[in-house]
């Protein structure tokens, strides 16, 4: 048993389980029975493009993507899913994420039927399949919304315990805050991209060595932060905090997310106001929205605080949150580097983490961001903050793992790496998984390093 599993309850009070999670249901589309990411059980959300063609919404199944622009001209959607349908066609989902969580509901129950081996339109969907489906790799992924806001958090103390100690020293390297509140910096919306766009090395301010005057120059210690991305949805009103109990309603779904680090840059320009162009120069997202209806099955009670600190607030405590509000969710990170693609080698993993690491549940994260008075929007974009574990692999970040850069990370090609160099791919994957339901995954989160 995985130790970082092991001990969960599975609660799924919070999301109720329905017939898209039966893990029987088959679908017609062949590649998505028994697919690692996305089987029928999963049905993420995203805008693509086909190689001749505008941008439109579209559902992942299997080695496929399910036109909704498409299927909403065939007519296949009426009743409660038909203005889900129309707004998830889209060349951008934020009309989609406005919608309250029972018209998501819609939506799905009616592509899950519309999918499934024994649905009663089979044999008339089957036959537009020439319309319907595309083969993803002849299809380019874009942003599944246009986000207006991007805020990054540090929810894990593991992640703020191994940085702080580089960043901070003391006897307690975790800030004296992070018990209290879930920390947060507003990060650049602009620069945020879909998987497979290269990352630029940024160029910076950094000071080689202490009471030295800073230099300018390339980026010498990039750095990769496996996060999970959190879509907002319905919003708020400006002043109108959102009350903890009702804050996972305001949230769509997830995704996977780097939040590429520029160490040395960050490190000399964060005092006293925090991160700034050593954040703001890329952040990388994997493309598909997977609905908080389908990871239902992966609710998880939030791991219990350490004896002694604090209980949270009372605008950041909700019961039914803790008995749900956590994700089982595992995370890793690999990297591709220039030699190990010579040599014909898999990319190397140095990552592995669960989500139930994190402090804060991502309810806990909307309560307090809305708690004085700032208002969220449909498409706005959260970061869980470096999930990172307690165990050897644990660390999310190469900071982390190479300890500041005093520990070289020995790959199978013989390089070593502290930190990131120019040619270098990270590649994130997470899968869901529990004994009696179909897992599922999120897809790709891939940046590969230029000068």
């Avoid at 994420?97 to 024994?118: I, T």
Wanted: glycine share 10%; proline share 8%; with cysteine.
């Amino acid at each position: 048993m995985d130790p970082r599993r092991g001990h969960f309850r599975i609660v799924t009070k919070m999301n109720p389980i329905d017939r898209t999670h039966d893990p029987k249901r088959r679908s017609w589309v062949e590649s998505a029975n028994g697919h690692a990411e996305f089987p029928i059980q999963n049905l993420p959300l995203g805008v693509f493009s086909p190689r001749e063609g505008k941008n439109r919404g579209g559902v992942a199944i299997g080695d496929a993507i399910f036109d909704m622009a498409a299927a909403v001209r065939a007519g296949l959607f009426t009743g409660a899913a038909r203005k889900p349908a129309l707004m998830a066609a889209d060349q951008t989902l934020n009309r989609l994420m406005a919608l309250p969580p029972s018209a998501r509901l819609a939506l799905r129950q009616r592509l899950s039927d519309l999918l499934s081996a024994d649905g009663a339109d089979r044999s008339a969907v089957e036959s537009l399949k020439g319309e319907l489906l595309h083969p993803a790799a002849d299809c380019t992924l874009h942003l599944p919304a246009q986000i207006g806001d991007y805020t990054d958090f540090l929810t894990s103390i593991h992640h703020a315990a191994n940085t702080g100690r580089f960043f901070r020293g003391g006897q307690d390297p975790v800030p004296a805050n992070f018990r209290h509140l879930p920390i947060a910096y507003h990060g650049r919306a602009s620069s945020v991209r879909a998987s497979g766009e290269a990352v630029r090395r940024p160029h910076g301010q950094h000071q080689s060595r202490p009471g030295e005057p800073p230099t300018f120059g390339p980026c010498e210690r990039l750095d990769y932060e496996y996060e999970l991305g959190v879509w907002i949805g319905n919003g708020n009103a400006l002043g109108e905090p959102i009350a903890i109990a009702e804050a996972g309603a305001h949230i769509v779904g997830h995704c996977l997310l780097n939040d590429w680090s520029a160490r040395d840059i960050q490190r000399w320009e964060s005092q006293p106001l925090g991160p700034f162009l050593g954040k703001s120069f890329s952040t990388t997202i994997s493309p598909w929205i997977v609905t908080v209806e389908a990871l239902a099955p992966f609710r998880v009670p939030q791991p219990p605080r350490s004896p002694g600190d604090p209980h949270p607030l009372p605008y950041l405590w909700d019961e039914e949150d803790q008995k749900g509000g956590a994700l089982d969710c595992t995370l890793e990170a690999f990297l591709l580097t220039p030699g190990l693609a010579a040599k014909g080698l898999p990319p190397q993993r140095l990552s592995r983490a669960n989500a139930t690491d994190l402090y804060w549940t991502f309810a806990q994260m909307v309560a307090h961001h809305t708690s004085g008075g700032c208002n969220l929007n449909p498409g706005d974009l959260f970061g869980s903050g470096t999930i990172s574990g307690a165990l050897a692999d644990g660390p999310g970040a190469l900071l982390e793992l190479s300890e500041n850069g005093q520990r070289p990370i020995e790959l199978a090609s013989g390089e070593t790496r502290t930190f990131l160099e120019d040619g270098d791919e990270v590649i994130f994957h997470a899968h869901c998984h529990r004994e009696g339901f179909a897992s599922i995954g999120f897809g790709e989160c891939r940046g590969r390093i230029t000068a």
